[in-house]
């Protein structure tokens, strides 16, 4: 069956402008969590969603960074004004319930000049 | 909170040898322990996990990792590697009753060379 997906595969923008990363989940899984991979770096959680609400955000770095899952399958991370340090692999996953073998996607690269 | 400590940043091997990468866990609380690999341009795949039960785990592609309490490891090994092994291996807790979320080590790149 089909994997995690994420869209898009790259994503370049200036400092200070709006992104929006979106992943599709296997279908059923209720669980599905982001993280974000630096270079040289292993994946570090941002936040996880249980269903429809975030049960877990300790991971989100700053108030510039938000997610949603309204109808508990499609995600989207969203990052307001861009700093460099953004700069990353976004990378979501799913799993068909809490503490299931969590499966990849192929993360999303994004790069802000 | 946890943590995880991957020793060997590097590992270069011969094809055919056999292969330990290291990983050392730091945790308050119990834990689940995972091996990832990613392939160049590949996302994130799982080896092997270990939940409870027997201390060695079997994964896929030969590999296998032993659990060892008392040292808060879980070294991954291969008898005999092939070129096709090459790729990043990362090692990954998750705090037992929480929400799962895994905490991973900074990965170990190994090269198999022919």
């Known amino acids: 069956g089909a994997g995690v997906s994420q869209t898009p595969s790259n994503k370049v923008t200036e400092k200070g402008k709006y992104v929006e990363l979106r992943c599709d989940p296997i279908?059923?899984?209720?669980?599905l969590y982001w993280y974000r991979q630096s270079l040289g770096q292993g994946p570090e959680f941002l936040i996880y969603?249980?269903?429809?609400?975030?049960?877990?955000d300790s991971g989100l770095p700053n108030d510039r960074f938000f997610a949603v899952r309204p109808e508990g399958s499609v995600s989207t991370l969203k990052i307001q004004r861009t700093e460099r340090g953004d700069s990353a692999v976004y990378l979501c996953?799913?799993?068909?319930?809490?503490?299931?073998?969590?499966?990849f996607g192929p993360g999303t690269r994004l790069l802000v000049l | 909170a946890q943590s995880v400590t991957q020793l060997d940043s590097q590992v270069p091997v011969f094809e055919e040898a056999p292969v330990e990468l290291r990983c050392n866990y730091s945790?308050?609380?119990?834990?689940?322990l995972f091996w990832y690999v990613q392939y160049p341009n590949q996302g994130l795949q799982l080896l092997l996990k270990?939940?409870?039960?027997?201390?060695l785990v079997k994964g896929i592609n030969g590999f296998e990792a032993e659990f060892n309490k008392s040292q808060t490891s879980f070294h991954l090994r291969k008898p005999s590697v092939h070129i096709s092994d090459t790729a990043e291996y990362f090692c990954?807790?998750?705090?037992?009753?929480?929400?799962?979320?895994?905490?991973f080590g900074k990965g170990t790149k190994l090269t198999v060379n022919p």
């Open positions: 945790s308050s609380v119990s834990v689940y």
């Open positions: 270990y939940l409870s039960g027997s201390t």
């Open positions: 996953a799913s799993s068909s319930y809490r503490g299931e073998t969590q499966y």
């Open positions: 969603f249980q269903g429809t609400g975030a049960a877990d």
């Open positions: 279908s059923g899984h209720t669980a």
């Open positions: 990954a807790v998750s705090a037992q009753g929480g929400s799962e979320k895994l905490v």
